[in-house]
């Protein structure tokens, strides 16, 4: 089973910047489609960003298209999600997601149960 480990969450104020990273470990086969997905208090959880590394797309909420960048880092099996202009509706426990096999990009809209393997999460809080 993947195990998913995610990092770089913290406090930032509002309109600063956060990097979290995603690594997939336990396993040796390439992983084509990741993801962030967000949860606030008291809310479902929601898709924030997706990837196809294969395919080198990519795909974001309206909520946070121009502010938030998805990538692959050069290792493998390695996400990053790069969080700009940040705002306090920003803050949730932010989870990494992987699927394989993948042979298209699955759109941030996508409900959670499109993915099968989950991290634990990484909290982000952002202050006004």
């Known amino acids: 089973q993947v195990q998913l480990v995610e990092s770089g969450g913290g406090s930032v104020q509002a309109g600063g910047s956060l990097r979290l990273s995603c690594t997939a470990s336990?396993?040796?086969?390439?992983?084509?489609?990741m993801a962030w997905f967000r949860q606030a208090p008291g809310k479902e959880r929601e898709g924030v960003a997706t990837?196809?590394?294969?395919?080198?797309?990519?795909d974001y909420a309206d909520s946070v298209k121009g502010r938030f960048t998805i990538s692959q880092d050069n290792e493998k099996n390695t996400v990053q999600l790069q969080m700009n202009r940040t705002k306090p509706e920003d803050s949730a426990i932010y989870y990494c997601?992987?699927?394989?096999?993948?042979?298209?990009?699955?759109?941030?809209?996508?409900?959670?149960?499109?993915?099968?393997?989950w991290g634990q999460g990484t909290q982000v809080t952002v202050s006004s």
């Open positions: 997601a992987a699927r394989s096999p993948c042979y298209a990009l699955i759109p941030a809209t996508k409900p959670m149960v499109w993915w099968p393997d």
């Open positions: 336990k396993t040796s086969d390439h992983i084509p489609c």
């Open positions: 990837i196809n590394t294969d395919l080198g797309t990519t």
